[in-house]
Each structure stands twice: as C-alpha cells, then as structure tokens.
C-alpha cells in the first residue's frame, strides 16, 4: 500500500501539469489509434521556414534522401530478394552539423510517419538525422542481422551498433560535429542499451541520448500489447471480423470523401460519425501488433529455414501464395515466440541461458546502474502508457529521477507529434 502511494506521489511530483497540457485525448486508447492531429502538431516553421529542399517533391533532390547499405554480403531467399541491402533514409546538412540517430518502434520501418516528422523537425533544427528501422522490420531482418533472429536486445543492439557505424563512415566522419540518438517505443529501449554499448565501443560518444515512450522490459510490454487481442476476442475469427468490419467502414467513409489520406486525422473523422468503441480500439492496437510480429517470424524464419512456418528445405517461389503462411504466423503470439523460437535459438549458441536469464536480459532494469548514472539520458513517457506497468514507472522514477517528463496522457506514442512534446524534445538536445 506505501509503494503504491509513493509511486502516485512520484508521478504526481514528475508530470507535467495536467493544466498546461491540452493533447486532447484522455482516453490511451483513442490516444494510441488516433495520434496527433493536423491542427495540433508541432509547426515546423517556428523552427525553420521551409526551404526549397524542404519542399522538393523530388525525393532524390530534396533534404530527405533514401539511402542503403550492403552490410552482409550473403545468400537472400528469393522470396527477399529485394531487402538484401539496409535501407534508411538521410537528411544531411551542407556543412559540418551533429548527427541525430532516430530509431523506430517495433515492426516499423525508418519512413513511417514518426520517423519522418521528428526527422524534419531536428532537420531544421541543424542536425544530420538518420531514420533507422526497427530490427524486428523485415527489411533489417534480412539485410542487416547477424542472426537473422529477432527479438533478443543484446544482439539486436549489436547489430544496429554496426549499422550506426557504417552510415557515420560513409557520411564520413568529419563531417559529423558530434552525435546524439533517439528511439522510440522499443527503439527508445534500444537506444538505452546503444548508450550502455557505446561506453564500452567507444565509437560514437553520444552527447544526449532520448528515449520516448520506450517499455522497460520487453516481455511484460509485449504480453500487454498482446492481451488488448487476446482479452478482448473469443477467437482468431472474432478478431478477423472485426477488423474487416472496421476496415468495411473505412473504405465506405473513404469512397465518400475528399481526403486522400488514410492517416490519423481520417480515422479520427470516421469516430465521430461511428463511435469506435474501447473494445475496438484495443482489437485494433492488439492486431497491429500482431501482423508486426508475424511479418517478423515469417522473415525471420524464411532467412533460417528453422522450419517454424515454413516447411524445412521448402523453398518458397516467387509466384507461391503466401498466405497459408502468413495465416500461420499471426497464430503466435509474443510468448510463444520467445518460448517456441527465440529461445531455442539462444540456447543453441549458450546451452547455459535460461528464459528468466533472456528475459532479464531485456530489461532496463539489466542496465540500471548505468542509466542511474548516465546523466546525458532522458526519458519521456506518458502515465497513461498502456504498455507500462505502475513497477515500470517506478523504475523509471527511481533510477531517472529529473531526467523523467511523464506527460498527463497521450497513450502509447500518440502524442509524439504534439507541439509540447516535441518543443520538449527539442529543448532537451539544444541544452
């Protein structure tokens, strides 16, 4: 009952003023689904007035360039054909600037709408931004891991450690007054262990390290986002049909409407003429999460040929279905993964790791005394993050302390493109 009581007094103490702060959605799960609006985001002109590369249509001439990478020279399936390279996207200065790594959440790629928003803001606010993808997209899967066996911190880490390295090589190194990171989700957790590995490889020496929205430890996050489908559907064919209902829905509204976006700001448009329900949203954010994964165990088991998905010595053709397979893999949830998959795969290589060893081993909490330490790292969340536990925010409170913001709400991730949000990000990097 104390914990409990000091943990409010804490968050009480930590957050920001639930006056001053008008994000307008106080319910985390519209927060998650609906994000930022138009009208709410960040301006981007009161850093910097647009310039013509910032408006360029042409993508290749403009700020923003994709880029990739080969990292492994090595056998693709064909089926993969086309992710043998890492690819990412730069936004570079002129002259010399600071290089800002933003590394995305789980299952996203280095151009979803999070990574390019804050990669225009610190753009314009002089920096060299670098959009990475999570290492659990699949094109980091096949191109860029050593494993090819997502999901465990310490060798996904690694793998982007080597990335980060050969893209600060060929920008070239000179060109680079200083570096600093950022992640968000789980790639705000790995950006915590990027720092700790840093210390240690010295290759880099990042001036400031944040981390937004990210889970303390990835089991207990991944068990919740997998519960809002499980907890809230009778079967794999409840949650089918209410998705296709929804997506029903969304396809007549589009049909009937002007917008060309099928974004945020259209989704919040259909709940108010069709209320989403609670029930729904978390189906919604359960099944999101779902594909994520199951993309995930699909690459990853076509690059191993573990036989989990696909038959051992198949070999999937370019003109195959793949839906028998991909009907397979949105069956696994995050724990049979790790139990069926990831941890077969550890013990193969260390016969002495456990699952409460593996699990510990992606945790925060594995690197606590460094982060209590390390003070270039910040953390901000939102107290109403559905993917934390109250011992989680303690955690963070405890070993954080003032490097904490807990903003009054915002959900998962759904207020990251907010103006106070990102004027607080903002703020953090240029002290």
Same mark, same amino acid.
């Given at each position: 009952?104390?914990?409990?009581?000091?943990?409010?007094?804490?968050?009480?103490?930590?957050?920001?003023?639930? +006056?001053?702060?008008?994000? !307008?959605? #106080?319910?985390?799960?519209?927060?998650?689904?609906?994000?930022?609006?138009?009208?709410?985001?960040?301006?981007?002109?009161?850093?910097?007035?647009?310039? *013509?590369?910032?408006?360029?249509?042409?993508?290749?001439?403009?700020?923003?360039? =994709?880029?990739?990478?080969?990292?492994?020279?090595?056998?693709?399936?064909?089926?993969?054909?086309?992710?043998?390279?890492?690819?990412? @996207?730069?936004? +570079? +200065?002129?002259?010399?600037?600071?290089?800002? *790594?933003?590394?995305?959440?789980?299952?996203?790629?280095?151009?979803?709408?999070?990574?390019?928003?804050?990669?225009?803001?610190?753009?314009?606010?002089?920096?060299?931004?670098?959009?990475?993808?999570?290492?659990?997209?699949?094109?980091?899967?096949?191109?860029?891991?050593? @494993?090819?066996?997502?999901?465990?911190?310490?060798?996904?880490?690694?793998?982007?450690? +080597?990335?980060?390295?050969?893209?600060? &090589?060929?920008?070239?190194?000179?060109?680079?007054?200083?570096?600093?990171?950022?992640?968000?989700?789980?790639?705000? /957790?790995?950006?915590?262990?990027?720092?700790?590995?840093? /210390?240690?490889?010295?290759?880099?020496?990042?001036?400031?390290?944040?981390?937004?929205?990210?889970?303390?430890?990835?089991? #207990?996050?991944?068990? $919740?986002?997998?519960?809002?489908?499980?907890?809230?559907?009778?079967?794999?064919?409840?949650?089918?049909?209410?998705? &296709?209902?929804?997506?029903?829905?969304?396809?007549?509204?589009?049909?009937?409407?002007?917008?060309?976006?099928?974004?945020?700001?259209?989704?919040?448009?259909?709940?108010?003429? $069709?209320?989403?329900?609670?029930?729904?949203?978390?189906?919604?954010?359960?099944?999101?999460?779902? %594909?994520?994964?199951?993309?995930?165990?699909?690459?990853?088991?076509?690059? @191993?040929?573990?036989?989990?998905?696909?038959?051992? =010595?198949?070999?999937?053709?370019?003109?195959?279905?793949?839906?028998?397979?991909?009907?397979?893999?949105? =069956?696994?949830?995050?724990?049979?993964?790790?139990?069926?998959?990831?941890?077969?795969?550890?013990? *193969?290589?260390?016969?002495?790791? #456990?699952?409460?060893?593996?699990?510990?081993?992606?945790?925060?909490?594995?690197?606590?005394?460094? %982060?209590?330490?390390?003070?270039?790292?910040?953390?901000?969340?939102?107290?109403?993050?559905?993917?934390?536990? !109250?011992?989680?925010?303690?955690? %963070?409170?405890?070993?954080?302390?003032?490097?904490?913001?807990?903003?009054?709400?915002?959900?998962?991730?759904?207020?990251?493109? *907010?103006?106070?949000?990102?004027?607080?990000?903002?703020?953090?990097?240029?002290?």
């Amino acid at each position: 009952m104390h914990r409990v009581v000091l943990f409010c007094l804490l968050i009480l103490t930590a957050a920001f003023s639930a +006056q001053a702060y008008d994000y !307008p959605f #106080t319910n985390p799960y519209e927060a998650t689904v609906f994000g930022t609006l138009p009208q709410d985001e960040f301006d981007l002109a009161s850093v910097r007035p647009a310039g *013509f590369s910032d408006l360029n249509p042409l993508r290749d001439l403009g700020a923003v360039r =994709g880029r990739e990478m080969l990292l492994h020279d090595r056998p693709v399936p064909e089926i993969l054909w086309y992710d043998d390279t890492l690819q990412y @996207t730069l936004a +570079q +200065q002129r002259g010399n600037a600071p290089l800002m *790594f933003i590394l995305a959440g789980t299952g996203s790629s280095h151009e979803s709408a999070t990574c390019s928003f804050l990669q225009r803001v610190f753009h314009r606010a002089g920096f060299h931004v670098v959009t990475l993808s999570s290492p659990t997209y699949p094109n980091f899967v096949v191109s860029a891991s050593t @494993t090819q066996v997502p999901g465990y911190i310490p060798y996904d880490v690694a793998d982007l450690y +080597q990335a980060m390295d050969a893209i600060a &090589a060929q920008m070239g190194r000179d060109r680079i007054t200083s570096f600093h990171l950022a992640g968000y989700s789980l790639g705000g /957790t790995q950006a915590a262990f990027l720092a700790e590995l840093d /210390t240690r490889e010295k290759r880099f020496g990042f001036e400031k390290v944040l981390l937004l929205n990210p889970a303390v430890n990835l089991m #207990t996050s991944a068990i $919740r986002l997998d519960h809002l489908l499980s907890d809230n559907v009778a079967d794999r064919f409840e949650a089918a049909r209410t998705v &296709a209902e929804l997506v029903r829905q969304l396809s007549e509204a589009y049909r009937s409407s002007d917008q060309v976006n099928f974004g945020d700001e259209f989704l919040f448009a259909l709940h108010r003429n $069709r209320s989403i329900s609670e029930k729904e949203l978390k189906i919604l954010i359960g099944v999101a999460f779902r %594909l994520s994964l199951a993309s995930m165990v699909f690459t990853s088991d076509t690059c @191993t040929g573990a036989g989990y998905i696909v038959p051992r =010595g198949h070999r999937i053709v370019k003109d195959e279905s793949l839906a028998p397979y991909l009907d397979s893999a949105v =069956g696994v949830s995050f724990e049979d993964y790790v139990r069926e998959y990831l941890l077969p795969f550890l013990r *193969f290589h260390d016969p002495a790791i #456990t699952a409460e060893k593996a699990v510990a081993a992606c945790s925060l909490e594995a690197i606590g005394p460094f %982060l209590r330490g390390a003070g270039g790292i910040a953390v901000m969340t939102n107290a109403d993050d559905p993917i934390l536990t !109250p011992e989680n925010f303690a955690f %963070l409170e405890n070993t954080f302390g003032s490097r904490l913001t807990v903003f009054p709400a915002g959900g998962h991730c759904g207020n990251l493109r *907010f103006r106070d949000n990102v004027a607080a990000m903002l703020d953090f990097f240029r002290k």
